[in-house]
């Protein structure tokens, strides 16, 4: 009797240990729901942690401050969504003393304007003499950055009479979606990654003045406590990157045709195993 008490306590301290040691394996990551390349990066990131790492993964959508603040104070073990060194300047001048940066996850990221391949305009002073763009700018949201610093390209490049239509994201794509088969010229606001770029054959108007300033990362962020938590997760954090634009752009138009974020980064991640592999050694 005694015996089958103590067998008891033994196995019910067994459950409790694989149950704390299972309640440990969990790591929560933020990401800003309206951006397409946080949603991609996020959910293929958390694919690869679940699949390869074992751990189970909670995906929180938050605001952008709150995202930052949350890894900041450890509410939150990670984000792969810090645009550095510009958009998020003030969040990593606040935060970059109870964070750890683990490296861009994407080179070459930036905001600019944008138009199709088969227009003549390589620059934006091009905009000036080219009237098959009837002077006028598609935008996204009033009071973005990109639309701001469109403002001052406007000013800037003296581009007199052109003006800069406020829409959103969708209703900037749409407008370009409408444009393309009919190869009309149109400009936009916009910014890689982004899945227009694997959508249609685009290019951004140089910048010779520097207004949109220089090309941006895209950093993985974690607190400070992931490295003792979660040692796996931050050493596949320091080796996670996408190779280019195309690379994500693939997940980022699955999801934009209507796959389920998770799915597009399931059926990913298990088409690529070579560069999940380049990440995780699995």
Request: proline share 3%; glycine share 8%.
């Amino acid at each position: 009797m005694n015996m089958r008490r103590f067998l008891g306590v033994g196995s019910a301290l067994v459950l409790a240990m694989s149950a704390a040691q299972a309640m440990a394996k969990e790591v929560s990551i933020g990401y800003v729901d309206g951006w397409a390349d946080s949603v991609a990066t996020t959910n293929v990131a958390a694919v690869v942690i679940k699949e390869k790492l074992g751990y189970d993964v909670k995906l929180q959508a938050v605001a952008a401050g709150i995202m930052w603040q949350g890894v900041a104070t450890g509410k939150l073990d990670a984000m792969l969504s810090a645009w550095l060194p510009v958009t998020h300047g003030e969040y990593w001048a606040k935060n970059k003393d109870k964070v750890v940066d683990y490296g861009a996850n994407f080179k070459d990221a930036k905001i600019g304007l944008i138009v199709p391949e088969y227009v003549k305009a390589n620059s934006i002073e091009d905009l000036k003499t080219d009237e098959t763009f009837k002077q006028k700018i598609v935008g996204i949201d009033a009071g973005s950055g990109v639309m701001i610093k469109t403002d001052q390209a406007i000013k800037d490049y003296d581009l007199t009479g052109y003006k800069l239509q406020a829409s959103s994201g969708a209703g900037m794509t749409a407008e370009l979606g409408r444009a393309y088969p009919k190869q009309q010229s149109i400009a936009v606001t916009g910014w890689v990654p982004h899945w227009m770029f694997a959508k249609w054959k685009l290019k951004f108007l140089e910048d010779p003045k520097g207004v949109y300033g220089a090309a941006e990362t895209v950093n993985s962020i974690g607190s400070q406590q992931l490295d003792k938590k979660a040692p796996e997760v931050a050493a596949f954090l320091k080796k996670f990157q996408w190779q280019s634009k195309d690379e994500i752009g693939e997940v980022m138009l699955a999801i934009q045709d209507g796959a389920k974020p998770e799915a597009a980064a399931k059926e990913w991640v298990a088409k690529h195993p070579e560069r999940v592999a380049e990440w995780t050694g699995k």
